[in-house]
């Protein structure tokens, strides 16, 4: 375990495409990772070599809280979601509550940034959709099995800004992320004002929320859902 010299990450979801980029990333620039999964068999050997692992469930609130209370955290990571034609069941929406509980028994909510990977098509209240994007929506959640992610992230996005985080006073971003696609990197993400069209690259992803973890783009993505894309297109 090498030492750190950056900030103390928990990452959920470590072992999908986005999450195990956002945990090279955050390896790379010398924090103290931890990483909490299910199956820790899906990391990679140098995942497992250079970080801290947590076995648990993300839809156990107990577990959750536990990690959250044990690694006391600069910053939480959420990268975890429903695979193609999951079962409609809560995941990240258990998991933020609960993070979000414990941050503020343990009276750290002002010094936790929680940052909340989600999809586009899941918009807040005071930043709908357009007509066209909705009508995709419609098409795109039923044909690929993504009605689980979908509820999940609703849930969660609900949750965030018009709900508990606001309410309890907890520190969090919304990524809104387009189309992920494995490939190396394109260029630079940032937050974008317009609909993004295209497709993001996971690690360009994982690196964008490493660097949301950092404090990067800090006053345009405190408290928002963010559109993230390239810049320039």
Not at 77 to 84: E, L, N, T, Y
Not at 108 to 136: H, N, Q, T
Not at 168 to 173: A, E, M, N, Y
Request: charged share 20%; with cysteine.
């Amino acid at each position: 375990m090498q030492p750190s010299s950056g900030k103390t990450v928990l990452i959920f979801g470590a072992t999908g495409n986005t999450g195990a980029h956002a945990a090279r990333h955050a390896l790379d620039a010398g924090d103290d990772v931890h990483l909490f999964v299910r199956n820790p068999d899906k990391l990679s050997a140098d995942a497992r070599a250079r970080a801290h692992v947590i076995v648990g469930d993300l839809t156990d609130p107990a577990a959750v809280a536990a990690a959250v209370t044990r690694v006391s955290p600069d910053a939480v990571v959420v990268c975890s979601g429903h695979p193609p034609k999951d079962r409609v069941a809560p995941l990240n929406a258990i998991a933020v509550a609960a993070v979000e509980q414990t941050l503020g028994e343990t009276g750290r909510l002002g010094d936790c940034f929680l940052i909340y990977l989600s999809g586009l098509f899941c918009e807040p209240a005071d930043d709908p959709l357009p007509w066209y994007v909705k009508l995709m929506r419609g098409v795109m959640v039923p044909a690929f099995g993504y009605q689980a992610s979908f509820a999940d992230n609703r849930a969660v996005t609900t949750y965030l800004t018009s709900g508990g985080g606001p309410a309890s006073g907890l520190r969090f971003t919304i990524v809104r992320m387009g189309y992920p696609i494995e490939a190396p990197s394109k260029g630079t993400i940032v937050p974008v004002r317009r609909n993004p069209s295209g497709a993001v690259t996971f690690d360009d992803m994982g690196l964008f929320l490493v660097e949301l973890a950092h404090g990067a783009h800090r006053d345009e993505a405190l408290g928002k859902a963010i559109k993230a894309f390239y810049a320039g297109r």
